[in-house]
């Protein structure tokens, strides 16, 4: 009876097998290496940032909501329209979503933070400050 030499040359492991031999690179892993560093590439630099003039302009009132559903943070933005036949009402419009993953939003965050910042040292804005409930 012959021996297989399915996974041995001559008393040594097939090369595919043998964990100290460098593994050769397949198209597939290679792609999959190719993705991974583009991903980390991604994150460490900004090529330079495109100004795109025909992107749409959205003015608003405010926030009407913001949640975070499926690892997306929402913002729901208003504006107060008044209506055109009874002109007494006001309307409160949805006029755009905002969708941007957390640490889009995080960023957001810190921007608007020293924007705040530097608007309160400048006087245009005035911290609010929080009632206090007095003990009963």
């Known amino acids: 009876m012959r ?60 926030a009407l909501a913001i949640s975070f559903r499926q690892d997306v943070l929402r913002l729901t933005l208003y504006s107060d329209r008044i209506d055109a036949v009874e002109r007494a009402n006001i309307n409160r419009v949805v006029v755009g979503q905002l969708s941007m993953p957390p640490a889009g939003f995080v960023e957001l965050y810190n921007q608007m933070t020293a924007v705040m910042a530097r608007l309160t040292q400048a006087g245009k804005v005035h911290p609010v400050e929080q009632n206090q409930q007095q003990p009963s």
Do not use: W, Y
Request: charged content about 35%; overall charge negative.
């Open 3 to 62: 021996e297989s030499h399915a996974n041995t040359d001559r008393g040594r492991a097939h090369p595919a097998l043998d964990p100290s031999l460098p593994r050769r690179s397949t198209p597939d892993s290679r792609d999959q290496i190719q993705e991974e560093a583009n991903r980390a590439d991604m994150n460490q630099r900004v090529e330079k940032i495109i100004d795109r003039p025909d992107a749409p302009e959205i003015f608003c009132d405010g």
